[in-house]
């Protein structure tokens, strides 16, 4: 069975005196239970609420977000 799981990039804007952009990708957002949905449209709907969510907060602390959604054989 095919189950989808959000994936993030994250990056911090302007780091430092040189003000490099560090990001990191593959972000799995966690909670108690592994976050995994049966359809994508499922997965990108909670995609779109956690961008939703946490964007002004982030983009006063200079941070970027962006979700995708990965597929996934649950064996």
Do not use: W
């Not at 804007?13 to 799995?28: M, S, Y």
């Not at 977000?65 to 064996?75: A, G, I, K, R």
């Amino acid at each position: 069975m095919m189950v989808f799981k959000p994936i993030a990039v994250i990056c911090f804007l302007a780091i430092g005196n040189t003000q490099n952009n560090v990001c990191f990708n593959k972000a799995e957002p966690f909670s108690e239970k592994p976050l995994k949905f049966d359809t994508l449209e499922k997965c990108q709907e909670f995609t779109r609420s956690g961008v939703n969510l946490l964007d002004k907060d982030l983009k006063l602390r200079n941070v970027h977000l962006s979700f995708y959604c990965e597929s996934e054989l649950n064996v």
